[in-house]
């Protein structure tokens, strides 16, 4: 009875801190936004968490693209960040640990996105932001991965019989994909490979080029995503036997020879039970997560601010 009285205590301070921050908004990057069991989250911790996933997110998208994803994302960011505290306070709870090794790794992967470490040190202090506040947040984040494969992840059981019945009610999915089977020679020059395009479509024998320059022959299965869309679709136009223009990737010149297309073909369960066993299992998993964070959610005290 007396741990309830204290408990209540507490919660009862921060709701009034919680008021006292809407009530008096002079300190607006201290300001409480939020409360969570016996944790608050501030407006400096949601401004960081927003920063964070720009530097995430910024690996996929730039300028006003990336902006215009972060402004219609925010709402769910602050759902995101009290779930995180919860998703936090369980791991606690749980006496988990991680591996520093791992983080000090993840926060070089991000790193690696940008051209260089300066350029890296530049782009978190214009997030108002040092390297160790990305260090806590990768931290963070993997205190969630360890409690959530401990409660959730470890438990996701995906039987032969449920992959069987998935690939029988879903079969005309499977397919594989089309495949163009490739000849290529690489150039430096775009006008040799100008050369030598003119000359196969011609008719002259590709190994006379081979010997004439002292160049190899490459050969290579293209899937459709393999490559830009513009080299992609140049590809896709040619007719079994015939050769391409020149065309740039990145600082070459490549001229491509289509040998053979091999069209897309039913897929058997044996080829496709381990993406149906990823798919079913993070289904399950994601199914799983959502009903352990609706209980958990049902226990705490969460009191939105602003």
Do not use: H
């Not at 995906?158 to 020679?185: D, G, K, R």
């Not at 690489?186 to 040799?192: K, N």
């Amino acid at each position: 009875m007396e741990k309830r009285k204290i408990k209540n205590l507490r919660l009862w301070i921060l709701a009034l801190f919680c008021y006292l921050a809407v009530a008096y908004p002079c300190f607006a990057q201290d300001k409480i936004i939020a409360v969570v069991n016996n944790d608050v989250i501030t407006q400096k911790e949601f401004d960081d968490f927003v920063a964070f996933m720009r530097m995430q997110m910024s690996g996929e998208l730039k300028g006003r693209q990336l902006d215009d994803k972060i402004a219609s994302m925010k709402a769910e960011f602050l759902d995101r960040l009290v779930e995180d505290k919860i998703i936090l306070q369980e791991a606690k709870k749980n006496k988990i640990s991680v591996d520093e090794n791992r983080v000090k790794g993840r926060v070089e992967e991000i790193k690696r996105q940008y051209p260089s470490s300066i350029e890296f040190q530049e782009a978190i202090r214009q997030q108002g932001m040092v390297q160790a506040d990305i260090e806590a947040k990768v931290r963070d984040q993997m205190f969630m991965y360890a409690i959530i494969e401990n409660k959730i992840r470890s438990k996701v059981i995906i039987s032969p019989a449920e992959v069987t019945e998935f690939y029988q009610q879903n079969s005309a999915n499977f397919q594989s994909q089309q495949v163009w089977e490739l000849e290529y020679i690489v150039l430096e020059s775009a006008g040799l490979a100008e050369e030598i395009s003119q000359g196969i479509k011609k008719g002259q024998p590709i190994e006379n080029f081979l010997d004439k320059y002292s160049l190899s022959l490459g050969k290579l299965s293209m899937r459709e995503g393999q490559f830009k869309k513009d080299v992609e679709q140049a590809l896709m136009k040619l007719k079994t036997g015939s050769v391409s223009e020149p065309l740039k990737i990145e600082d070459k010149y490549y001229v491509f020879k289509l040998n053979n297309i091999i069209p897309p073909r039913q897929l058997s369960l044996a080829e496709a039970q381990e993406s149906i066993y990823s798919y079913l299992s993070n289904r399950k998993m994601q199914e799983r997560l959502a009903q352990w964070l609706d209980e958990l959610k049902k226990k705490s005290y969460i009191k939105i601010c602003s």
